[in-house]
C-alpha cells in the first residue's frame, strides 16, 4: 500500500500537508485525516482527531486564515480560549 501520510509525496500537497488542525487547534500538524460532520461534509483534521463522531466536527472552526508565529496568534489564542 502506497504511504500517504509520510514522505516525498507530501511536499506537492497544499502547505506540505500541514497546518492549524480545525478541531484540536493544534499547530503545525499534519492535516492529512478526515472527519465527517453532521452535513455529510469532510474536513480535514490531524491524526488524533481522525473519525471524530459529527457532534465533535460540527464545531470545527476554519483555520486556513490563522497564522501561528507570535505576532499572528491573538485570533488562535481566541478560538482556544472560546472553547
Ligand atoms: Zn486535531
Keep these: 500500500m502506497a ?28 492535516l492529512l485525516y478526515s472527519a465527517t460532520n453532521s452535513e455529510g461534509k469532510l474536513l480535514k483534521v490531524c491524526k488524533k482527531c481522525n473519525s471524530v463522531d459529527a457532534a465533535t466536527a460540527d464545531k ?17 489564542n481566541q478560538q482556544k480560549a472560546a472553547r
Design 3 to 30: 504511504k500517504t501520510t509520510r514522505g516525498k509525496g507530501l511536499w506537492k500537497t497544499p502547505s506540505r500537508g500541514r497546518g492549524i488542525c480545525p478541531i484540536c487547534l493544534s499547530t503545525r500538524v499534519k
Design 60 to 76: 470545527a472552526v476554519p483555520t486556513e486564515h490563522l497564522g501561528y508565529r507570535r505576532k499572528l496568534r491573538k485570533e488562535l
